[in-house]
């Protein structure tokens, strides 16, 4: 069974289950008005969370899946997709959306014999749901087996750096007699074109992605995704110099500046990010009103962070930025997930910018 037949599977069982009498095919068409969503949503979501089925009785299909969208939000799964994704029914989008539900409330009732279960790590969740969204084949579900046979990884690279890999070097589909060899063979590759990225992969080889070694592993996964993000960034920057951590530095701070905020950072290390502010204030400039500082936290408690933290993902997303981290990463000030944070947002101030200039604002920029 294919992935997103089996999330499928997943979305009726529960669709059943709220006896809403809806049943799903497909994570396009069949999503694409929201009540599939809104009924999920509400049986998984855990007692307390206040997740509730009112977002059926709006009329407008786009104010239906924001509306939707806010009751994800609760539960902290407002990711990947924006009410227009879910309208237009993206197929890659929603099964990354469907498919982090899944992973976050599963809601399925415990097996009668206990398994083995490792969990996962916020940093490998952050990473699998960021290669999951750009739509790789096949979907990845555990990182470092489905890694290991290096074809997700070229699928990567060649969003990195479109052309850079020569896909007759790589190995699609594997004999059952010399597999291993190939699956190697395809890692050693993976790892060579990494080093003509300049990617520092200091006694990193195939072998090692191929056995799902998980620190090195994780140490080539991120500097793919720090590569593609600051792609994205540069594709947008009118000088088309390459962006890197001190460029995003000083765009923070002027940018903050400009409007009228106090807060500034000096890396990405800055012990002041953890409680969420500067990053809350940061949207504020990019997007002049759109947080509500009444619930906004002043206190220093960890409580306090979190919540902020919580707060600023939630907003950023919501204006648009396909911010990966979670809002653990910024209250421990994990320097390489609050990197790609502010570099999410650099990249929604100068889409906005570029459509400023053009005189071409989408309602949904403004």
């Known amino acids: 069974?294919?992935?997103e037949a089996m999330l499928i599977r997943w979305v009726n069982y529960h669709l059943r289950r709220s006896g809403c009498g809806r049943q799903i095919k497909n994570l396009t068409g069949d999503i694409s008005d929201s009540v599939a969503y809104i009924h999920l949503l509400h049986q998984i979501a855990p007692a307390g969370s206040g997740v509730h089925t009112g977002a059926q009785n709006e009329g407008d299909v786009l104010q239906r899946a924001e509306l939707m969208l806010q009751e994800a939000d609760k539960i902290g799964c407002r990711s990947f997709v924006t009410p227009q994704n879910v309208v237009d029914g993206?197929?890659?989008l929603n099964l990354a959306f469907v498919a982090n539900l899944f992973n976050m409330y599963p809601?399925?009732?415990k097996p009668a014999t206990e398994e083995e279960y490792i969990e996962e790590t916020a940093e490998?969740?952050?990473?699998?749901?960021?290669?999951n969204s750009l739509g790789?084949?096949?979907f990845v579900c555990h990182m470092y087996n489905d890694l290991c046979d290096g074809r997700i990884l070229f699928q990567l690279y060649d969003y990195v750096q479109p052309g850079c890999v020569d896909w007759s070097k790589v190995v699609k589909t594997f004999s059952k007699m010399k597999a291993n060899f190939q699956k190697i063979e395809n890692c050693n590759y993976a790892v060579e074109l990494g080093?003509?990225?300049?990617?520092?992969?200091?006694?990193?080889?195939?072998?090692?992605?191929?056995?799902g070694n998980q620190v090195l592993t994780l140490a080539l996964v991120w500097q793919l995704m720090r590569a593609y993000t600051l792609s994205i960034l540069s594709s947008l920057d009118k000088s088309g110099k390459p962006a890197g951590d001190?460029?995003?530095?000083q765009w923070v701070n002027k940018t903050l500046k400009d409007a009228g905020k106090s807060r500034e950072i000096k890396n990405f290390q800055d012990s002041s990010?953890?409680?969420?502010?500067?990053?809350i204030d940061l949207i504020d400039a990019i997007k002049p009103g759109s947080i509500r500082y009444d619930v906004v936290r002043d206190g220093g408690s960890d409580e306090d962070k979190l919540a902020n933290a919580k707060y600023a993902i939630s907003m950023a997303r919501k204006i648009g930025a396909r911010v990966y981290a979670l809002p653990e990463h910024i209250v421990s000030v994990n320097s390489k997930m609050v990197m790609t944070v502010f570099c999410c947002l650099m990249v929604v101030s100068l889409r906005r910018q570029t459509l400023d200039d053009e005189g071409d604002v989408p309602e949904f920029a403004k």
């Open 1 to 3: 069974m294919s992935p």
């Open 90 to 92: 993206n197929d890659k």
């Open 107 to 109: 809601a399925l009732d």
């Open 124 to 131: 490998e969740r952050t990473y699998r749901n960021w290669m």
């Open 136 to 138: 790789v084949l096949p």
């Open 195 to 211: 080093l003509k990225l300049k990617f520092s992969l200091v006694g990193i080889g195939g072998k090692d992605i191929n056995e």
């Open 246 to 249: 001190q460029a995003i530095i």
């Open 273 to 279: 990010i953890s409680d969420g502010q500067v990053v």
